[in-house]
Nanobody, 124 residues
Framework: QVQLVESGGGLVQPGGSLRLSCAASRRTFGSYVMGWFRQAPGKEREFVAAISRSGSSTDYADSVKGRFTISRDNTKNMVYLQMNSLKPEDTAVYYC?????????????????WGQGTQVTVSS
């Protein structure tokens, strides 16, 4: 397993932007497929985005396509989620997660390691 620590959350107005970061503890960070999930109050944790080991492949939930961008820097053991055109419905705790395989990346069950989460609130 790998330890993950998210940062970058906060309060932002609708239409605004935030960049979330996730720092990983392992030198073998490049071996992991990385994902972002989110959980709003009273709702299930849902898939947001995933990125392959090299960064050459990405997947997004339909609700964030065209607004969010996932990226990674394997030299720094970091994965990022750039969030633009934020909406009130994006309000949630955002979690970084890691898995070994780029298979069914939308499923929570496929991820072995999780961070503690960072709160994102979109409100005027």
């Amino acid at each position: 397993q790998v330890q993950l620590v998210e940062s970058g959350g906060g309060l932002v107005q609708p239409g605004g932007s935030l960049r979330l970061s996730c720092a990983a503890s392992r030198r073998t960070f490049g071996s992991y497929v990385m994902g972002w999930f989110r959980q709003a109050p009273g709702k299930e944790r849902e898939f947001v985005a995933a990125i392959s080991r090299s960064g050459s492949s990405t997947d997004y939930a339909d609700s964030v396509k065209g607004r969010f961008t996932i990226s990674r820097d394997n030299t720094k053991n970091m994965v990022y989620l750039q969030m633009n055109s934020l909406k009130p419905e994006d309000t949630a705790v955002y979690y970084c997660a890691a898995t070994y395989t780029y298979y069914d990346v939308v499923s929570r069950a496929n991820y072995d390691s999780w961070g503690q989460g960072t709160q994102v609130t979109v409100s005027s």
